[in-house]
């Protein structure tokens, strides 16, 4: 009786699947987790000079990785543990999901400080990775009273904060001519997801299939195909050239006040 009431708490409860609507879009649920990656940014940037020199500096990239490898498998442990109430099938959630796999290499990109990882990274979580953030519709059923509400936002707040981590501890840049990196591990994934929902029922992998679970930009997609790889592609370009533009205004501006800066200490040295 005991393990019965176990069982069914945690199956219906925290760890289960949620009611509709639970989580409202722009809410303070919806905002906040976004407020704190803003936050931690920030601080990561002001005191990246005492990060950099901190003797056990790569503990806190072990530490990350672990923490990304622990969320992204707690994803398959709940779903195991709370069992199927004939809205989730295993089969239809292989790790093959532009977030999954981002998820994964953010580990890597971690604990190897691998450039060609970063580069994937800052393309793909920088732009696609932003649009789940905006309209998470896979957790609307899922609030702040479900743990899938927390592993959701982890799971793709981890990689972003991962590629300002970098951009600021050890000085990586994003460089327009490397636009094309993306495509080269994204594009043979999708022909796979193309596979996957063709053979199997419900599946939706890269977005690519059935419409996804409430309001979302992958709903207003078109059912073919092609044109739907053409629009995802397109979209991808577009907020990677617009973020790219803010980047590149923003480094522009700092560079020119640092030089000002050190013109004002140069003058100053010579009048004395």
Known sequence: MFLDSYNKFYSDGFLGYGENG??????????????????????????????????????????????????????YWRMLYSGNPNREDLLSHFPIQVCTISALLTVFLLTTESKQLFDYLAYVVLTLGMVPLITPAVIMNTGPRYYRYYQFFLEHLIPIYSVFYFMFIKDRKIELKNIWKPFVLLVPFGLIAVILNSNIEGANYFYLGTQTDGASIANIMPNNIVLKCFIYAAITISLFLILYGIYYLVNYLVNKYRNKDKEIVEENSKAL
Do not use: C, G
């Not at 879009?25 to 020199?53: E, G, M």
């Not at 003797?55 to 490898?69: C, D, H, N, P, V």
């Open 22 to 75: 639970d989580f409202k879009y722009f809410s303070l649920a919806h905002f906040l987790p976004i407020v704190i990656l803003i936050a931690a940014i920030v601080l990561t940037y002001v005191f990246r000079d005492k990060i950099k020199n901190y003797k056990y500096e790569k503990y806190i990239r072990y530490s990350l990785a672990f923490l990304m490898m622990l969320v992204e498998m707690s994803y």
